[in-house]
């Protein structure tokens, strides 16, 4: 199945600023998706990412606050923009394959 | 809309001994069934899917699951617990219709498997 390298795997961000993460898969692939894991909670999709198309954004999450990049078949950013304590999640990326979805190892965020 | 049930927020076992981690869900159409484990600190690592075919399917470590459709539950099982398998399990579902498609997870089961 699909390898993905997903970085940084935590960091410590001030409010207001922004973060950028990374995914980068072993072969090209259709669709990503990124999901949002808030602490003790399940994962929530935040949005579908198709290279060369805009990202489709699920309820309650939108563009300004996570802009989506898909410049080619094998990467994509999620940046999480103005952050405050409420983003303070678990962020990770998936990509789907004939054996099934596989999941980034995910980026820690603290925003303090 | 597609949904998940973990009725369970933690299961204790000992090691050793058979282990069930319950699911139930709801899609339309048929499903597209999985389990991820997530141990501390680390990202999601599959488990086991089902698709078609036979309702018991076997997956990695040990882990099989039983597909019931008329009872829409996909639980998740072990004949024999291992220390290692303590961890946070999560039971997933998307409709099967071609192409990927949006993926609903439950609220998780943490698994304590006692020495």
């Known amino acids: 199945s699909a390898v993905i390298s997903q970085k940084p795997s935590r960091d410590i961000c001030q409010r207001g600023t922004s973060l950028t993460i990374q995914c980068q898969v072993d072969?090209?692939?259709?669709?990503m998706f990124w999901y949002r894991q808030q602490p003790g909670q399940s994962l929530t999709l935040i949005a579908t990412?198709?290279?060369?198309?805009?990202?489709?954004?699920e309820s309650g999450f939108v563009i300004d606050k996570f802009p989506i990049s898909r410049p080619n078949l094998t990467f994509s950013t999620l940046t999480v923009s103005n952050m405050s304590p409420e983003d303070s999640s678990i962020y990770l990326c998936?990509?789907?394959?004939?054996?099934?979805?596989?999941f980034g190892s995910g980026t820690r965020l603290t925003v303090v | 809309a597609q949904s998940v049930a973990q009725p369970e927020d933690q299961v204790n076992v000992a090691e050793g001994n058979p282990l069930t981690v319950k699911c139930t869900y709801s899609v339309s159409g048929n499903p597209y069934l999985f389990w991820y484990v997530q141990y501390p600190n680390r990202g999601l690592q599959f488990l086991l899917k089902?698709?078609?075919?036979?309702?018991l399917v076997k997956g990695s470590y040990g882990f099989e699951a039983e597909f019931n459709k008329s009872q829409t539950s996909f639980h998740l099982k072990k004949p024999s617990a291992l220390v290692s398998d303590s961890a946070l399990y999560f039971c997933?579902?998307?409709?099967?219709?071609?192409?990927?498609?949006?993926?609903?997870f439950g609220t998780g089961t943490k698994l304590q498997v006692i020495p």
């Open positions: 072969s090209q692939v259709t669709m």
């Open positions: 997933a579902v998307s409709p099967f219709s071609g192409g990927y498609q949006k993926v609903t």
């Open positions: 990412a198709n290279q060369g198309s805009e990202a489709t954004y």
């Open positions: 089902y698709i078609t075919g036979d309702n």
């Open positions: 998936s990509v789907g394959t004939v054996y099934g979805y596989t």
